[in-house]
């Protein structure tokens, strides 16, 4: 089974939507680890044609309206989500400081997050620790802006396998999707 993964998305659709070109042709399922922001951002996502699995994140506002554009197939499960995809157990939240025990507690197979921006893919033990990055494209280290290139993932759960995938372009809705290059770390990130 091939799960995308993103986080961060912090409103910026045009980065989302050439990710979900992309998985929705490439995956059987996606988890978003928060930060949509606005409710608006769920219609987009709703456009993947199989099972949405969504937390929050500390910047996800009207969670009334979000919530309220869940369906049976695009589900929002609050800030934990603990689910067994082909076989393989996975915890999803938002802050990597939860996923830090999460992940070395070797109840999971999987731990998937967000929050500081970073993309990330380790291995903790036995268990695969994987940030995507942010959509949004920008990260605030000691409060500055600055501009990353929006990452995105797909994890294979049988081999465990995971690809990373960069949106490019600038100005307007012109993006293309790329493989991303990186190396999986061995033990927590950081």
Known sequence: MRIAVISDIHDNLWNLAAAIEHVSAAADALICCGDLCSPFVMDLLAR????????????????????RKSSERVRVHGELFETELDGKKFAVNHFDYLARPMAGSGLYDIVCYGHNHEFSVARVGGTLAINPGPIMGARFPGGRWEDVLPTFVIVETGCGRVEAFGVHGAGGNARTVAPYAFEVREGWPG
Do not use: E, H, S, Y
């Open 48 to 67: 993947f044609p199989r099972r949405v699995d969504i937390v929050f994140g500390n910047n996800d506002a009207d969670l009334f309206r979000i919530t």
